[in-house]
């Protein structure tokens, strides 16, 4: 396994403030494991909830969907920077609160993949618990029209 990997920016189309991976630990044909931190500077956290912040439910999602996407460029899978959507979400299941501060491990497996399609199915852990688990399809385009 490579333990040289490409920053997140390098893989993909997404970019602050919407670019939600710190670091890939882990890749291969197979799955993916990535960290971030969420800092409390974060644009949602002022709003989500105002004394008593939280990381919204929509950003654990796009995260795993970011990190299964990055892990299938830097696996060379995906052309770097492919052009990927969310088209489906099923099973989102929110288990425990991430908070400012928290340093969360993304874990993806990818469970059919083609040049058009991916289906992946991910979880979200913060000091070893489940926070959010899913799956989802992503439709790749061949260009951003």
């Not at 403030?17 to 974060?42: M, N």
């Not at 002022?46 to 919204?56: A, L, Q, R, S, T």
């Not at 970011?66 to 830097?74: E, I, P, R, V």
């Not at 059919?112 to 199915?121: E, G, H, N, P, Y």
């Amino acid at each position: 396994m490579d333990t040289a990997f490409e920053r997140p920016d390098e893989l993909l189309p997404h970019r602050d403030p919407f670019l939600f991976i710190d670091h890939l630990l882990e890749v291969d044909e197979h799955h993916t494991v990535a960290e971030r931190t969420f800092g409390p500077d974060h644009f949602f956290f002022e709003g989500h909830f105002p004394g008593y912040p939280v990381v919204p439910g929509v950003i654990l999602i796009e995260t795993m969907a970011q990190t299964g996407g990055a892990g299938l460029c830097q696996a060379g899978i995906l052309p770097h920077g492919a052009f990927f959507v969310l088209a489906t979400i099923e099973k989102a299941k929110f288990r425990s609160q991430v908070r400012p501060g928290d340093k969360a491990i993304i874990t993806v497996e990818n469970t059919r993949v083609s040049q058009a399609m991916l289906r992946q199915k991910g979880t979200i852990t913060v000091d070893g618990a489940i926070a959010a688990e899913a799956s989802w399809m992503c439709i790749v385009g061949n260009n951003r029209e």
